[in-house]
């Protein structure tokens, strides 16, 4: 066999000296890698051949499409019939007009047991209301959160109908909500996560597909009985078993010694009764690392699951859990990001996402008896915002389309008079749908915002020249730049030589979580603030960051207080501790006030306060009506005079936002009702101009993926 390899090493060194036309000539190479096949017999050098030819459509598609064959034929001989099925469908899908080579992929597909039609994707609900649900065995209805109220709903892809299955759901205070869902085997009955912010707590809930039976499972008021949890937790459905009995499930308990704050735990929940049975805690034993993903085999003998590579880490791994309890190993280990593995019906493979081509696909692993059997095979390169929802047991996968949804826009507005000078337009054009949370510089002649490029990479930090247009992406190595929507957007040092940036650094210790400041200029980053050693609400990681109108310091939220950090002596102070949440921050022009929001009683804020940035006794400016609230994806700022704090709030039923501007002294409140919807509102230095994040697309759509599956995978269990 080494004599063979070094034969073939030897002809295709031959050929990169004799063929200045390396990697063009495609009828050179393709002869070449025949020689090697068949004479030779060194089939995986030939499949490297015939990758590199089949790669080249575009310059020789007929070369190309026959490379692509005997591409298929080499993982025959090698008695990888999968990887063989998969090159055969991409030369259907990618030469039909291949005629002849098309037929024959065809005929081998025959012999293979497999479809012999190409693999066909369509879209089956668009655009969909919401992207987080599961689809039915029988692929008839896909569950999702009636996010208006909050409600459990159901489409009916066959008819377009949408209805919702409880009435519960509410926003008002205190709020009542469905989180995840999951169906029966049957198709006639849904499991979801209910959240209820009063007295009920969260709950794994069981109702019927026509709304009937519902019934509460298990929920956080009651003790698991696991003597592994030891405080009360609920159990997040992820699949129920083929057989009806059991919901596999994962629990986040609560504790607040981890640096997360839970520790995950696998386990299966009774149907008839809501007993639990503990299967693996993920806690301490792997380093405190975190999964979400998992999937039960038809058999009910193993649980794939994602898992971290190492906590605080974006990379994971695919693993494979005996129910029994007889042990467990990694499935699919590789440098890229595995996730989301998904049985096949029949339980001989699994689908998972990777990134490891280079793009996100979808990909395939042959799986016997706990074992993998050969090596992961790619089905379908998809987009960056892939969303899988599984499988039908007919063998189609159904998946979810996001579409870039956020862009930033510039308007004029009169705050005096409340009138609008100038409509709203589109300032960011580049990788449109991906741009958010926007901050003028102090001179009022650049715009910085946060990209979100991929929906597995951290965002780029952008600055836009007002002036010429022109757009600079700042890449700080090692800066992991995240949570730009969800804990206050970028702000500029009033020199305008910085920007204080949420973010972690790549592949230090976990806790790392905190604030940043990135040189304009050179890219380079400080360190400024970062979590705590342990998880508790004073060492919480900071948000809402501001700096003062001097420079000097910095104020920022920890859990239920504001901070203070001295930038020269890098000390940090507690400025004010509220009794619950504090929501947004912004600092007054004249840097003597920080106004932000605080929440009375509800988890959301409902109040709008001001302190002494040098310390002191709060003021109320607003209070909103019992059960209302202020929503933090506007934020909260001062005009350029300092004389109002603009908030934003919520339009009546399908009506746009309203800003709501609050004298800082007294008077009257007046409310501007916009044509559009307002997320991360940055006023400009001249008082008129603003810029904000606008959501503009549906959201995305739901696809189904169908003749994949060998014709012995794509059976029904139900």
Known sequence: MQLKRNIAI?????????????????????????????????????????????ASAEKDRTYAALAQYRLGMCY????????????????????????????????????????????????????????????????????????T???????????????????????????????????????????????????????????????????????????????????????????????GKYILALVAEKNEKLERGHEDHIVLVTVADGSVRYLKSLGEEHSKRHTKNMSLSPDGRYVAYELQEKHGSDKN?????????????????????????????????????????????????????????????QIKETSDRFYPKGFASNGSFYYGVGKPDSDIYVAALDFETGRMLAPPTKTALRFEGTNLAPTWSPDGKYLAYASRRSSQESYTLVIKSV???????????????????????????????????????????SRNNGLYLVDVQTED??????????????TAGPRYHVFSNNGKQINYVRGQSIMTFDLKTRQESELYKAETNIYMLACSPDGRQLAFCESSEAVFPN??????????????????????????????????????????????????????????????????????????????????????????????DIWVMENFLPVDQSVSHN
């Open 10 to 54: 030897l002809a295709v060194a031959a050929l990169v000296f004799t063929s200045p036309a390396w990697g063009q000539s495609a009828s050179t190479l393709l002869q070449e890698g025949i020689f090697i096949e068949e004479t030779v017999g060194d089939l995986d050098a030939a499949i490297e051949i015939y990758e590199r030819i089949a």
């Open 76 to 147: 025959l001989k090698k008695g990888l019939k999968q990887d063989a099925a998969v090159a055969f469908r991409k030369l259907i899908d990618r030469f039909p007009m291949q005629t002849e080579r098309v037929a024959q992929a065809k005929v081998q597909l025959a012999a293979l047991g497999q479809p012999s039609s190409a693999m066909v994707t369509r879209q089956v609900w668009s655009p969909a209301l919401d992207m987080m649900g599961t689809v039915s065995p029988d692929g008839r209805y896909f569950s999702y959160v009636n996010w």
């Open 149 to 243: 109220k909050g409600n459990l709903a159901v489409h009916d892809f066959r008819t377009g109908e949408n209805r919702d299955l409880t009435d519960e759901g509410t926003w008002e205070t205190p709020n009542r909500f469905c989180d995840v869902s999951i169906w029966s085997p049957d198709s006639q009955q849904i499991a979801y996560y209910w959240i209820d912010r009063g007295t009920e707590g969260e709950q794994l809930r069981i109702v019927g597909i026509d709304g009937s039976k519902p019934r509460v499972l298990t929920s956080s008021n009651v003790d698991l009985g696991a003597a592994a949890f030891s405080a009360p937790a609920t159990p997040w459905p992820r699949e129920w078993s083929a057989d």
């Open 317 to 377: 791994d695919i693993y494979l859990l005996a129910t029994d309890g007889s042990g467990e190993s990694v499935l699919v280990e590789h440098p890229a990001n595995d996730w989301a593995p998904y049985w096949t019906p029949d339980g001989n493979g699994i689908v998972f996402v990777s990134d490891r081509s280079g793009s996100t696909g979808l990909w395939m692993l042959n799986v016997e008896d706990g074992k993998p059997m050969g090596t992961p095979t």
């Open 467 to 509: 002036e010429t247009g022109q757009e600079r992406d700042l890449s700080p190595k090692s800066l992991v730049m995240g949570a730009a929507q969800a804990y206050g957007r970028p702000r500029w040092s009033p020199d305008g030589r910085s920007i204080l940036v949420v973010g972690r650094v790549k592949d230090a210790p």
């Open 525 to 538: 980053f400080t360190t400024l603030v970062q979590d705590g050693p342990e998880k508790d609400p004073s």
């Open 607 to 700: 109040v709008v306060m001001t302190i002494p940035a040098s310390g002191g006794e709060p003021r109320e400016l607003l209070r909103v009506p019992e059960g209302k609230t202020f929503p933090w994806g506007v934020g909260i700022s001062w005009t350029p005079d300092g004389r109002h704090v603009v908030v934003g709030r919520p339009g009546a039923s399908d009506q746009p936002d309203e800003l709501w501007i609050i004298p800082a002294t007294g008077g009257e409140l007046r409310k501007l009702t916009l044509e559009f919807n307002v997320r991360k509102l940055s006023l400009h230095p001249d008082g008129r101009r603003i810029a904000f994040g606008r959501s503009d697309a549906d959201g995305g």
